[in-house]
């Protein structure tokens, strides 16, 4: 029996365990409890929180029970508990990952074989960049490499995903901003109609080294926080394409993409003071 929510479960899909967070997110996967010896089918659902429910309830036994567990054959008699919500995990994967196509069922006997393949590893909890980035911060320096993170099919962990671009050779080419977050120090400066973000950090171009530029329009900001840094140095975040030599030949230019969900540039204060 469990007190607290059941927040875990066995994903068919994904071959993995995966968070209630995700399975909310992404209706159509189907999902287990992960006890061997029960393996129902749970389904998301929402109360105050949400959890993994299942509907037929579990066997009679398994862990996974609830502690309020009302009598399957009274449903109407249900009489909830105020359950605990477990604290919720360190996002490991930007985005959400690609879900292979599964058509069949699986059998009794496939889902013994993922449920011990998976009992020992981390369930599935997908974030946006956003999020990844504050969870990064709170992580201390020295944890870092301690957690799992999957960007693009990549097995990084919270050090290794991330670039901190100061110590980089000065080429442009060799920035892998997509498989990776690149990170830096900046500088924002405002400019007629213009606020402008430029990374301290430069590249050659031509023999001449130009910085990573960020243009964002004053009367349309973008970004909604840079006006707040304005003289200030800043660190940024980016994940997208590596930013590209602009016309005038004087910075490489970052271009914000449409879906700032999973890419894009994000700002936060400098730590450097
Ligand atoms: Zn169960």
């Not at 964002?216 to 394409?241: E, H, K, M, S, T």
């Not at 700032?260 to 003071?273: A, D, E, M």
Request: hydrophobic share 35%; net charge positive; aromatic share 10%.
């Amino acid at each position: 029996m469990r007190k607290e929510l059941m927040v875990e479960a066995l994903c068919w899909e994904t071959q993995s365990k995966i968070h209630v967070s995700y399975a909310e997110k992404d209706r159509r996967l189907s999902c287990f409890c992960p006890d061997e010896h029960c393996l129902v089918r749970v389904y998301p659902k929402t109360i105050k929180n949400t959890f993994f429910y299942a509907e037929e309830g579990h066997v009679t036994g398994c862990p996974n029970e609830a502690e309020s567990h009302s009598d399957p054959l009274q449903p109407g008699e249900a009489k909830p508990k105020p359950s605990i919500l477990p604290p919720t995990p360190i996002p490991n994967c930007l985005g959400m990952p690609p879900r292979p196509q599964r058509r069949i069922p699986p059998s009794k006997e496939q889902l013994i074989a993922l449920s011990r393949t998976a009992k020992a590893s981390r369930p599935l909890y997908p974030a946006t960049m956003s999020k990844i980035v504050d969870t990064w911060f709170k992580i201390p320096e020295t944890e870092r490499e301690a957690h799992s993170l999957t960007i693009n099919d990549h097995q990084w962990n919270y050090k290794s995903a991330f670039t901190y671009i100061r110590y980089l050779q000065n080429d442009i080419n060799i920035l892998d901003c997509e498989n990776h977050i690149i990170y830096g120090d900046a500088t924002v400066s405002r400019g007629k109609h213009y606020y402008f973000l430029s990374s301290i950090k430069r590249f050659l171009f031509n023999g001449e080294s130009l910085p990573l530029r960020f243009d964002v329009p004053i009367r349309n900001p973008c970004l909604n926080n840079l006006a707040d840094y304005v003289g200030q140095q800043v660190l940024f975040f980016w994940r997208g394409v590596i930013p590209a030599i602009n016309a005038k030949h004087t910075a490489y230019q970052f271009l914000q993409p449409d879906d700032t969900n999973l890419r894009g540039l994000i700002i936060h204060p400098s730590q450097s003071k």
